[in-house]
């Protein structure tokens, strides 16, 4: 079932659609993002979607032949020489009718941060699981996270197409370390490693498949009933049938509502680098997925998808055109229409600004946006103002809930090699941090000539490095602090830690007070040397303040 390259809005509804209307469109709209442990293949994934949506007219692969070109998600030059995912990639497409808003994530645990921030725009996630790995420790977070905010997860095996781990025991491992009961709706013909096609255990037929241009095209697919699927495949079909009849008796079928729910999590089995597989999960996103529904503002009132426009920043992101030295907001639509050039509210500070320039971005290509409805994401170009977690509306103030910062566990000061570069230096690391490349901490001890950078994973240091000096002209001298956590301070006086040995107190622009400690056990020191202070976790993810 191919479906047609770009949603397109009709000229008909430009002018004041009916509430109705909005409605008909939000639920048309299916807005997720694809997550994983890195190297499990979400890039290869989200382009292999792409590519049977008819979005793209040839697949890449991170790590493809040299037939197969550069994945297009993938667009910094870092990201390219290193085979990963850095920054996030928005792609809108239709397929059946619907419109897709898939949502590609930084593919190294050190990005994390990103990931995170982009699980608060979507309503629903496919996780990747790597076939010969199963699940590893960032796929196991990132389960927990989206358990914390309620959203349903597809789970995608991917790579079956390798030697990995068996079906069954993937099945248990999911169950027992996520909570979630997995039901599979596609079940693989053959051995990891000797993927020919797929059971569907509802309606047992068979999907065989045939790889066309090395994965760069869609693979051939043709689908056979139980008979013929026998008469063909023999032991394995029989196997494959026996095993998924193992499964269905202990986990039950398939509920839409425990998956909405998060109790439950549709599995497939697909080889995303071969097309296997891929089409069926694009089918289970249109058929089961949640459509763009109302949703909370900060107080926990939801927010009719009908009413005026609304929406929120999830994300900024600059370089993305080198020529024009632009940055982008990607701005998730909550209600009512969005319209190019409308004039909008900032909720933080109560001004207004226009739309003008407004883009849906996928790598480096971009095409311009009249209008979207609620679920779409919009790149607004320039619009230097907003930061990450910004809430804009249209009549009816609304603030939707803050996407929080992360505690960092790495810590480094920046100085800039040629002194006489200070300037450039200033505006490189502060456009830095408006985007949540990395956090920046800054004390009147140190100065603005050597911020203290603050990140998740220490590759967010090279980022800043290479961008600095890529996109600034200014190269950076980096070195490495003995902290490793940090926690926020409420004080009278926050600067009183400072006199505990291994802890200093730094500060972020909006103001919090920092602490940044050597280790867990100087949380055991404070009540004696600074009884007035309190210490709690940064963001949703940190651990406990109490040492172990």
């Known amino acids: 079932m191919a479906g047609q390259q770009t949603a397109r809005t009709p000229s008909s509804l430009l002018d004041g659609p009916a509430p109705e209307t909005v409605a008909t469109e939000a639920s048309r709209r299916r807005t997720f993002a694809v997550i994983s442990h890195p190297d499990a293949g979400k890039s290869t994934l989200t382009e292999a979607l792409a590519l049977h949506a008819r979005a793209i007219e040839e697949a890449g692969a991170t790590h493809g032949k040299s037939s197969r070109k550069a994945t297009v998600s993938d667009w910094m030059q870092m990201e390219q020489d290193r085979g990963i995912s850095i920054s996030s990639a928005a792609l809108q497409f239709s397929y059946r009718d619907t419109v897709v808003n898939l949502l590609d994530t930084p593919g190294h645990a050190d990005f994390s941060e990103d990931t995170y921030r982009v699980l608060a725009?979507?309503?629903?996630?496919?996780?990747?699981?790597?076939?010969a790995k199963g699940l590893e420790t960032q796929t196991l977070k990132l389960f927990d996270v989206c358990a914390r905010r309620g959203l349903p997860v597809i789970t995608v095996i991917n790579k079956w197409d390798r030697p990995g781990k068996d079906a069954l025991e993937l099945m248990d491992e999911v169950q027992q370390r996520t909570g979630?009961?997995?039901?599979?709706?596609?079940?693989?013909?053959?051995?990891?490693?000797?993927?020919r096609g797929t059971l569907d255990p509802r309606s047992r037929t068979y999907t065989r498949y045939r790889r066309v241009a090395a994965g760069a095209a869609l693979a051939e697919a043709e689908v056979l009933g139980p008979e013929q699927a026998a008469e063909h495949e023999g032991t394995a079909w029989a196997e494959a049938?026996?095993?998924?009849?193992?499964?269905?008796?202990?986990?039950?079928?398939f509920e839409p509502g425990a998956f909405l729910a998060a109790r439950a999590t549709p599995v497939l089995f697909a080889a995303a680098a071969l097309n296997f597989g891929v089409g069926a999960l694009l089918d289970v996103l249109v058929d089961l997925a949640p459509p763009a529904g109302a949703r909370p503002d900060a107080a926990g009132v939801p927010r009719p998808v009908d009413a005026p426009f609304s929406g929120f920043v999830f994300k900024l992101q600059a370089g993305m055109d080198r020529a024009h030295r632009d940055h982008v907001a990607f701005l998730r639509v909550c209600s009512g229409v969005f319209r190019r050039g409308t004039v909008l509210t900032h909720g933080a500070t109560g001004k207004p600004f226009a739309t003008k320039y407004a883009h849906q971005v996928f790598g480096r290509d971009r095409e311009t946006v009249e209008t979207a409805f609620p679920g779409d994401v919009v790149g607004l170009v320039n619009a230097s103002a907003l930061r990450a977690g910004d809430s804009v509306y249209v009549?009816?103030?609304?603030?939707?809930?803050?996407?929080p910062h992360f505690s960092p566990e790495h810590f480094q000061v920046a100085?800039?090699?040629?002194?006489?570069?200070?300037?450039?230096?200033?505006?490189?690391?502060?456009?830095?941090?408006?985007?949540?490349?990395?956090?920046?901490?800054r004390s009147e001890a140190r100065g603005d000539q050597a911020p203290v950078l603050a990140a998740v994973g220490p590759m967010q240091f090279e980022v800043v490095a290479d961008r600095m000096a890529q996109e600034f002209g200014a190269q950076v001298r980096l070195e490495a602090l003995p902290y490793t956590l940090a926690r926020r301070?409420?004080?009278?006086?926050?600067?009183?830690?400072?006199?505990?040995?291994?802890?200093?107190?730094?500060?972020?622009?909006?103001?919090?007070?920092?602490?940044?400690?050597t280790d867990k056990w100087k949380?055991?020191?404070?009540?004696?040397?600074?009884?007035?202070?309190?210490?709690?976790?940064?963001?949703?993810?940190?651990?406990e303040t109490t040492p172990a």
Request: overall charge negative; aromatic content about 4%; proline content about 10%.
């Open 121 to 131: 725009a979507v309503d629903c996630a496919v996780m990747l699981v790597d076939a």
């Open 180 to 195: 979630r009961v997995p039901v599979p709706l596609t079940w693989p013909v053959g051995l990891s490693g000797d993927f």
């Open 241 to 253: 049938c026996e095993t998924a009849d193992l499964v269905a008796e202990s986990n039950g079928e």
């Open 395 to 403: 009549g009816t103030p609304v603030t939707f809930p803050p996407i």
């Open 415 to 441: 100085r800039a090699v040629d002194a006489g570069r200070a300037k450039q230096f200033r505006r490189g690391i502060t456009q830095l941090e408006h985007e949540g490349v990395i956090q920046v901490l």
């Open 489 to 517: 301070v409420v004080a009278p006086d926050p600067g009183v830690l400072n006199r505990v040995p291994g802890v200093e107190v730094l500060w972020r622009s909006d103001g919090e007070a920092v602490a940044v400690l």
């Open 523 to 543: 949380l055991g020191r404070i009540p004696t040397y600074a009884p007035e202070a309190t210490l709690e976790p940064i963001g949703g993810d940190a651990e």
